[in-house]
């Protein structure tokens, strides 16, 4: 098959964005139309690419394209494509969920007079996902990494006159530059160490024979520092893995995702839950040969994972924003397909991406439905829905019950395929930590999910005013969502397709995946942290058997670590405000006083000093020049004798 | 005909309107603004022909025209264009026009200041098309001296004490530079003094280079009258309160255009010339360039006034053409001639944005200002994306100019590297306050009656200097592939050298 196809997948997208920039989004129904329209017919084509690999080429398809970008000397950046199986169930997952989520936010949006410069951004934002998941060069890969990131930051701030919405944008933004700091600085040592920043080639130099044991740096003759392309091949790893904490909201560059729900939800949805955040973990599984040869870059990668799942969700037990909540519930569960990756499965994190895609999008629209009928995003404002939002409740409901891994739903597959990793981790990351930690955190992840459902949905009415259930072309999409959220376990993924779908890029070495059996151990291991965790909530926030008041209080610190976040937000303000700052009011104040007052001024008030002194010997008296003379001749004599 | 003369055109018709402007009644300003457009238009046209027509793959001195003035002194009318030039002609025209078209409101002696305007344009012209010494310094002073009116007289705030700094500074480092350029004058280099550069160059080439003794002294000296125009940590504080006191189109030409005059003349001069001198001064360079990146962009963070944000941004932007320099790899230093092009396109942008709203609020404070998106969108959106370019965003000439300089620096000098990407995210923190501080947020009532950018007129010079932005930036190599036959024999001789030096 050609490329032409990806080109055009990847274009239109831009194509509708410059057209509704220049002067389309004057009128709304055109805006719309080819703002979706793109989308759609780029699943199409993805779909035209997709269905021959399923049905039959399988795990060697691939298509590439490259066309020079820039050159000078010897050194070389291309533009190109890389179409091959990692890249098609990413393109699904980008271009099936966005397309119901652009539908979706014909509803959410319906009142908003900028809703054409709304779209214009998501389409904006479409290109630029499009093409980190269709990049076949590391610079390629930045570039597009940088788009993403300026995309959302226009829709983050999208409410711009929101003090709070453009405080979350610039957060946003900020965070992911120093996370891109690393990332570039780790495919500089990439592109030196290997010579080239294509994947493929890059691939296949790493893996060559005896690569990895190349003398790379020398200082001192034998006795003095000698480092092995293995070395560079980590540090450049660890550094890469900055990128990815940024864009995936890895601890500790999480911060700004949950500011970033002062989107509009939809936006919220789409980038900050299903796809953009999600690159973090695609680029992981892309370049996966470079973390594969080093255990301690894996170790670091697991670790990291292991570590932001469960930091996140302990935070997500005590906040009350419906959107923070789901917000810090991603960054969770984007932390455990980290460390399935860290724990060498590049198969079940990229399975996990695909079941959350659609469960939390799902679960980011349903939260859309309700703040749209209650006007609040505070679940302590809310209660009761249920009788009012039927079809949303029931929806929201099964989310929730995928999320929370629940036999038989998409998330029992792809996250009990992860937890199954942690009991029997690789040598590198065999501790403690990793085999308990991700178990409790889903103990979490079911008590704050059925929190926010019965505080929500069941109970006392504590809303104000009428709310409504939500219209048809809002709840369709979640539907088509949810029918997704449900089936996408063994039925729609099989061993098979799962194989089909890796990256060519791919270590031969790299773990095998075994697909979690439906066994009885497993489904009553997954219901037994169901019910620990639901059951919990259930106690506490339903039957109102237990006061959540005198659990905080017997808590205490605990209690006040996760409410406050674990404090990170305070560290980073503290040392934005008192050291960099500082720092800049330091040169700031050097500039003004050293540079600009000693030297400048300086040597300006010592020109017209000198200036001064000397004209007072322009005295115009024959005898005073007369006696200088004298001096001088005097000194020029005393000096010769 | 065209062929032969369109160097001579593109430097006539500047001096032409000039002097017709002497003729044209001052109360006729329609008169004025309209010639100035014109030219600059036609200027325009010229030097995308001059783009289109370079022979990319013969490469070298191109559209040569020679005529001899004193010939006793080796003083010649010598024209010629390389790569580097010719990026930095159609810079020059692009920031010449747009700068005309801004200064249409200007109504204050309108006459007057398109004469200084052109006036100033035909030294820039001069400098970037001269082969020869001697008039590259002539033309250098012709540039200098109408900045020192037009800020004076035209400028705001501060505006004695800012012109009068920038002047001497400018000429200072002219009058540093002058002696280096007479001792190679007077080197011996060629067997009769002259101040033909072709020539001096060739025999240089041809192994007669100065010793290596002349060239360390001789290549500080060149360093650091050129660097005070790049502008070089500590030597830059003339040009953030020149930016900022000068009117629109001065600022634009003053960031766009002549502060490249400095970077653009050391590659033209000290480093082609005297290339074993460069090797061993400009690994100097690369640390105070450092300085430039980052102090720079500290200071810019705590200022208060937009234009001196902008200002003290340029400053450590310049320390990225420097590092691209100091690298000299044919990938670095096409970047830093690329950056120069780009980010002379994007400041003058960045000075016409602000000068359009500060005609009307007439402060530039963020504090006061806020919420502007609202009033004046057009004009917003431009500078927002005149920031997203400043900071290096993919898809504007900026971001594949500073990927080339740090990719290719990062073999020679990997600790300013760093610090020039660990610039961007110092920049993208100034830059992105700006932003919020001044156009979004709630709006302040006072500013209900701004006047937003209407007509093309109006909105020409922003539509313009962004699609060039734009363009390049997503097609670099259409530019880069120009620039980098300039770049190449550059980089050979230096590799030569570096090699003879046993480096």
Not at chain 1, 183 to 192: A, D, H
Not at chain 1, 212 to 233: C, I, M, Y
Not at chain 2, 258 to 271: E, F
């Amino acid at each position: 098959m050609s490329a032409q196809g990806a080109w055009l997948i990847l274009f239109l997208p831009l194509a509708a964005a410059v057209a509704i920039g220049f002067g389309l989004h004057r009128y709304r129904v055109p805006t719309l139309i080819v703002s979706i329209g793109t989308v759609l017919v780029g699943f199409g084509i993805a779909a035209f690419y997709y269905l021959p690999v399923l049905l039959e080429t399988g795990p060697s398809f691939m298509v590439t394209d490259s066309i020079r970008w820039v050159t000078a000397g010897e050194t070389s950046f291309s533009y190109g494509i890389l179409l091959d199986g990692l890249s098609l169930i990413m393109l699904m997952v980008v271009l099936g969920v966005g397309g119901l989520i652009f539908i979706y936010s014909l509803g959410y949006m319906k009142d908003d007079e900028g809703i054409t410069r709304f779209y214009g951004c998501l389409s904006l934002f479409m290109f630029s996902m499009l093409g980190i998941v269709l990049s076949n060069n590391f610079f390629q890969i930045f570039i597009h990494w940088e788009l993403v990131g300026v995309s959302s930051y226009l829709l983050i701030g999208y409410y711009y006159k929101k003090p709070a919405a453009s405080a979350a944008s610039n957060k946003a933004f900020l965070t992911n530059r120093v996370g891109d700091f690393g990332f570039m600085l780790g495919i500089l040592m990439l592109f030196y160490a290997t010579g080239t920043a294509n994947f493929l080639d890059m691939a296949t130099v790493i893996q060559s024979p005896g690569y990895l044991d190349e003398v790379a740096f020398q200082v001192g003759g034998v006795h003095g520092w000698t480092l092995t392309n293995e070395f560079f091949l980590w540090v450049s790893a660890t550094l890469t893995l900055m990128g990815i904490m940024g864009k995936s909201a890895q601890f500790p560059l999480h911060v700004w995702l949950p500011d970033a729900m002062e989107g509009p939800t939809p936006v919220s949805a789409l980038i900050h839950a299903a796809t953009m955040v999600a690159a973090g973990v695609f680029l992981l599984a892309r370049v996966f040969f470079i973390y594969l040869p080093s255990d301690i870059a894996m170790s670091i990668v697991a670790h990291l994972g292991m570590f932001t799942a469960f930091f996140a969700a302990t935070i997500a037990t005590t906040q009350f924003d419906i959107k923070r909540i789901l917000a810090f519930s991603t960054l969770s569960q984007l932390g455990y397909m980290v460390m399935a990756i860290g724990l060498g499965s590049t198969d079940v994190a990229m399975y996990h991406l695909t079941t959350h895609a659609f469960f939390k999008a799902l679960l980011f629209l349903g939260a859309g439905a309700v703040i749209h009928a209650v006007h609040t995003n505070d679940i302590r404002q809310m209660g009761g829905l249920f009788s009012r939002m039927k079809i949303t409740s029931t929806l929201f409901l099964i989310g929730t019950l995928a999320l929370c891994g629940v036999y038989p739903l998409s998330g029992f597959w792809s996250k009990d395929g992860i937890l199954h990793l942690t009991a029997q981790p690789p040598a590198y990351a065999d501790d403690i930590f990793i085999r308990w930690l991700p178990t409790i955190t889903a103990v979490l992840t079911s008590y704050y999910m059925f929190r926010l459902f019965f505080l929500t949905f069941v109970g006392k009415p504590r809303y104000h005013g009428e709310p409504h259930e939500a219209p048809k072309v809002m709840w369709m999409p979640m539907a088509l969502l949810c029918v997704m959220a449900i089936i996408s376990g063994p039925v729609l993924f099989t061993h098979e397709v799962l194989e089909s779908f890796r990256s060519v890029t791919r270590p031969m070495e790299a773990m095998d995946f075994h697909h979690i059996d439906g066994d009885y151990h497993t489904i009553l291991h997954a219901l037994m942290i169901f019910v620990i965790g639901a059951g919990a909530a259930f106690v506490s926030f339903w039957a109102g058997w237990v006061n959540p008041e005198t659990i905080k209080k017997m808590l205490g610190p605990v209690h006040r670590l996760f409410d406050n976040r674990w404090y990170i937000d305070d560290i980073y303000a503290w040392i934005i405000e008192n050291i960099q700052q500082n720092f800049a009011r330091f040169c700031d104040g050097f500039d003004r006083i050293v540079i600009i007052g000693c030297f400048v001024n300086g040597s300006a008030w010592l020109t017209r000093a000198s200036g001064a002194v000397l004209s007072r010997y322009q005295t115009g008296s024959v005898r005073t020049y007369a006696l200088l003379f004298a001096a001088g001749v005097a000194a020029l004599l005393a000096l010769n004798l | 005909m065209l062929e032969t003369h369109i160097l001579n055109l593109l430097l006539l018709i500047p001096a032409a309107v000039t002097v017709l402007l002497f003729f044209v009644p001052s109360e006729n300003k329609l008169a004025c603004r309209a010639l100035s457009v014109g030219a600059g238009l036609v200027t325009l046209v010229l030097a995308g022909y001059l783009f289109f027509q370079y022979d990319q793959d013969a490469g070298g001195m191109q559209f040569l025209f020679r005529m001899d003035w004193v010939p006793s002194l080796g003083i010649q009318h010598q024209l010629a264009v390389d790569g580097i030039s010719v990026a930095m002609v159609l810079l020059t025209a692009i920031v010449y026009t747009a700068g005309a078209l801004v200064s249409w409101h200007v109504e204050k002696r309108s006459k007057d200041f398109y004469i200084l305007l052109n006036a100033l344009v035909t030294g820039v012209f001069g400098v970037f098309l001269s082969m020869d010494l001697f008039f590259f310094y002539f033309y250098y002073e012709l540039a200098v001296v109408p900045m020192y009116l037009l800020i004076g007289y035209w400028g705001s705030a501060n505006r004695e004490y800012a012109t009068m700094k920038l002047t001497l500074y400018l000429t200072a480092g002219a009058v540093v530079a002058l002696l280096g350029l007479l001792m190679l004058y007077f080197s011996g280099i060629t067997s009769e003094p002259t101040f033909d550069l072709l020539a001096i160059k060739a025999a240089v080439d041809a192994g007669g280079g100065l010793s290596l003794a002349t060239q360390n002294i001789l290549f500080p000296l060149l360093l650091v009258g050129f660097a005070t125009i790049a502008p070089m940590w500590p030597l830059h504080t003339w040009s953030p309160g020149g930016h900022a006191a000068a009117p629109s189109a001065a600022s634009m030409m003053h960031a766009g255009v002549l502060m490249k005059l400095g970077s653009y003349a050391i590659i033209r001069i000290a480093m082609p010339l005297l290339p074993e001198g460069a090797v061993i001064w400009l690994p100097w360079v690369a640390v105070l360039c450092s300085f430039n990146i980052i102090y720079g962009g500290l200071v810019a963070m705590n200022q208060k006034d937009m234009k001196f944000v902008i200002g003290y941004s340029s400053s450590s932007h310049m320390g990225y053409v420097l590092l691209g320099i100091a690298a000299f790899s044919d990938l670095s230093l096409s970047g830093a001639v690329f950056l120069m092009f780009a980010h002379g396109v994007m400041t003058a942008l960045a000075f016409s944005l602000i000068g359009f709203f500060y005609e009307q609020t007439h402060t530039r404070m963020l504090d006061d200002l806020g919420g502007l998106m609202k009033q004046i969108p057009f004009v917003g959106i431009c500078f927002v994306m005149m920031a997203m370019a400043s900071l290096g965003l993919p898809g504007f000439a900026n971001f594949a100019s500073e990927l080339m300089i740090i990719v290719g620096s990062w073999e020679r000098y990997p600790i300013p590297t760093i610090c020039a990407l660990f610039g961007l995210v110092i920049g993208a923190t100034y830059l992105l306050r700006t932003v919020k501080a001044s156009f979004l947020g709630e709006m302040n009532p006072k500013w209900e009656k701004l006047r937003d950018a209407h007509g093309w007129l109006e909105r020409s010079p922003f539509i313009l200097l962004l699609a060039v932005l734009i363009f390049f930036g997503f097609a670099p190599w259409t530019l880069v592939d120009v620039i980098s036959t300039g770049v190449e024999p550059l980089v050979d001789t230096l590799h030569a050298a570096e090699a003879a030096l046993g480096r």
